[in-house]
Every structure is written in structure tokens, then in C-alpha cells.
């Protein structure tokens, strides 16, 4: 493990009886950074965020945590501190008794915990709620406030499992810059669970990708986004079209895709039929008919529909350059 490796998974798996959850998946967080763990549902991310936490025991494999086995150890033992999808606030304490309601487990004498409580308070801008219930807060308040608790034990590294879920659009966006600055103060790792493409691009310095209990690809946004490595990858990330050929599948941006009612010179190119178009507000989705290929849909930008517009039963070529079609393994 290198020096700016925080955290690291190796063959780690999850088995509920004959049924793998998570399937040896190994992976490294480098310290400081945000790494945003994204994937459909039962893909087995939280189950993977439930180990780090030790909320769930590994059936194989070990959890490194500055060069740490932790394995085998209690939550409370890990140096990990998570933050639930639900927040799992006590309603019948104020908030500074659940900022600091850790502490007061550990046996820590009233006036040390409540000074601590009210400084994670002063961090997320919290420090005027101190004697509130968090019946009398906003979603997003009560957001703060979980997160403040999480933080008093001072981790090692923060676990995030859907914490805007259950925020309104507006909120969630706001919000992502919120935990984005807090995980930068802190200087510590951020490991996010989430199932939802955009919050994941705007928020990670790393994203993984999970399908069927393994990772199918982990980068940077930039690198997933422009060069998936599997048809899953390029489907789930969004504007994408995958298109067959004869040495295998590739990805093509939906920008990077052109139409043409006559036979391009020098360029790759499928011709069909269109069946049928659909607006999409920014882009047109077609489906067509190709003789070789069979059925075939591609997103389009509604600027390639400008000049000539488009009908259906009509002959076309689809086209692109060249050094723009990423090949995807199958």
C-alpha cells in the first residue's frame, strides 16, 4: 500500500448463504480525496460501505485502513464513521446532545463533549440549532447535523451512504457543494455511496462503478464519462450510443454522432432506416433499422436535425470519425 493510499479493499466479498453480494472486489482510496461508489440498485455498494464500517462481516477478504488490518475489528475500533441514508437522529434529544451522544457513550464528562458538540456545530454552520429537536429542522438541517455527529469521533474516514436522497432537486444540488467543501477542510477521505449519475460526476474525484457485486470500471469522472470500459459503463453513465461491428461493440458520445442522408467519403458509417424519432428536449432519439446490424437506437443532438430535417421511412447513415469510437470489451 502506497503512502497516499488511506483505505484499501483487497478480494473483499460478501456472501448471504449461496448468494454473493459482493464478489472479491479490490480497491484503493487515496487520502484526501472523494470517491463516490455508484451503481444500480443491489449492485452491492452499500453492502461494500457496510464492511468498511463494519456493519457487516467480510466473508473473504481484508480492509486496510492506514495500513491497519481492520477487518475483524468493532465499528466503534475502525477509525470509520458513517452517515446514514435516514440520518437516524434521536428525536427525543436536542441537537447538541445527538452531536455528541458518541461521546457521551465513551464516557466522556459533560463539559468536554458539549464544547466538542458545539464546535462540529460552528463547522457546518449549525451552532445557532444547539437546543432544537430535529423535529424543528429541514431536511437539509437535519443533514448537517448528521454529518456533525459523524465527525465528532474525529474518522479516519467518512462513509456516505445516499445522504441526499432524501432531499427535494434544488436542496441535493446545493448540498453536494456543502459536502465537497467539508471533505476538503477536513483533509480526510469521503467514500459515497449513490446511485445517481450526476451527483457522482459533480462530487467524486473517483468514481467506481459497480454492477452484479464487481467493479467494472474505477477513474476519474473525466475518464468514465468519455471512456467506458464495458457496455454496462457506457449505458449506465448516459450519452453514450453503443453500436455493434464486426470486431465488437463500440461507444460513441451523442455528440460525437452525426447523420447523413448521403453515403459519407472516408468516415465509418451504419446505414438504415429510420422507424422512428423521439425529441428528447436537447436530443433526438432514433430507432432504425439496419440490414446488418438489425434494430438500432442512437441519441442525437438536435443541431444534427436542423438543416434537413428527418422523417421516418427515410435512408440515412449514421457517421463519426474515426478516432472518436471508444471499443468496449464484451
Given at each position: 500500500m502506497t503512502s497516499t493510499t488511506a483505505l484499501e479493499l483487497i478480494t473483499v466479498t460478501k456472501a448471504y448463504g449461496e448468494t454473493i453480494a459482493v464478489d472479491a472486489i479490490d480497491l484503493k482510496v487515496n487520502a484526501n480525496s472523494y470517491t463516490c461508489i455508484l451503481g444500480p440498485s443491489g449492485c452491492g455498494k452499500s453492502s461494500t460501505l457496510r464492511m468498511i464500517a463494519g456493519h457487516e462481516r467480510v466473508t473473504f477478504g481484508d480492509i486496510i485502513l492506514n495500513g491497519k488490518n481492520i477487518t475483524d475489528l468493532a465499528p466503534a475500533k475502525r477509525g470509520t464513521a458513517m452517515m446514514f441514508q435516514n440520518y437516524a437522529l434521536f428525536p427525543h434529544l436536542s441537537v447538541s446532545e445527538n452531536v455528541a451522544f458518541s461521546l457521551k457513550m465513551k464516557g466522556a464528562a459533560k463539559p468536554e463533549r458539549t464544547a466538542k458538540a458545539r464546535e462540529m456545530l460552528d463547522l457546518v454552520h449549525m451552532e445557532d440549532y444547539a437546543e432544537r429537536l430535529p423535529s424543528q429542522l429541514s431536511g437539509g438541517q437535519q443533514q448537517r447535523i448528521a454529518l456533525a455527529r459523524a465527525l465528532i469521533t474525529n474518522p479516519s474516514v467518512l462513509l456516505l451512504d445516499e445522504p441526499l436522497s432524501a432531499l427535494d432537486p434544488f436542496?441535493?444540488?446545493?448540498?453536494?457543494?456543502?459536502?465537497?467543501?467539508?471533505?476538503?477542510?477536513?483533509?480526510?477521505?469521503?467514500?459515497?455511496?449513490?446511485?445517481?449519475?450526476?451527483?457522482?460526476?459533480?462530487?467524486?474525484?473517483?468514481?467506481?462503478?459497480?454492477?452484479?457485486?464487481?467493479?467494472?470500471?474505477?477513474?476519474?469522472?473525466?475518464?468514465?464519462?468519455?471512456?467506458?470500459?464495458?457496455?454496462?459503463?457506457?449505458?449506465?453513465?448516459?450519452?453514450?450510443?453503443?453500436?455493434?461491428?464486426?470486431?465488437?461493440?463500440?461507444?460513441?458520445?451523442?455528440?460525437?454522432?452525426?447523420?447523413?442522408?448521403?453515403?459519407?467519403?472516408?468516415?465509418?458509417?451504419?446505414?438504415?432506416?429510420?422507424?422512428?424519432?423521439?425529441?428528447?428536449?436537447?436530443?433526438?432519439?432514433?430507432?432504425?433499422?439496419?440490414?446488418?446490424?438489425?434494430?438500432?437506437?442512437?441519441?442525437?443532438?438536435?443541431?444534427?436535425?436542423?438543416?434537413?430535417?428527418?422523417?421516418?421511412?427515410?435512408?440515412?447513415?449514421?457517421?463519426?470519425?474515426?478516432?472518436?469510437?471508444?471499443?468496449?470489451?464484451?
Open positions: 436542496l441535493r444540488i446545493r448540498m453536494r457543494s456543502e459536502l465537497k467543501r467539508f471533505q476538503r477542510d477536513l483533509g480526510i477521505p469521503f467514500i459515497h455511496v449513490t446511485h445517481s449519475q450526476d451527483e457522482a460526476m459533480a462530487l467524486a474525484d473517483v468514481i467506481v462503478v459497480m454492477n452484479e457485486a464487481r467493479v467494472e470500471q474505477a477513474g476519474t469522472p473525466r475518464d468514465v464519462f468519455n471512456h467506458p470500459q464495458t457496455e454496462f459503463v457506457a449505458r449506465f453513465m448516459g450519452g453514450h450510443n453503443i453500436l455493434a461491428q464486426p470486431d465488437g461493440p463500440i461507444a460513441l458520445r451523442s455528440d460525437k454522432i452525426a447523420v447523413a442522408v448521403d453515403a459519407p467519403e472516408g468516415k465509418p458509417a451504419i446505414s438504415a432506416t429510420i422507424t422512428d424519432i423521439e425529441y428528447l428536449g436537447t436530443t433526438f432519439s432514433l430507432a432504425l433499422q439496419s440490414e446488418n446490424d438489425g434494430k438500432i437506437s442512437a441519441t442525437l443532438p438536435d443541431a444534427a436535425f436542423l438543416e434537413k430535417p428527418l422523417e421516418i421511412g427515410q435512408a440515412v447513415f449514421l457517421t463519426w470519425e474515426a478516432d472518436q469510437a471508444h471499443r468496449l470489451s464484451h
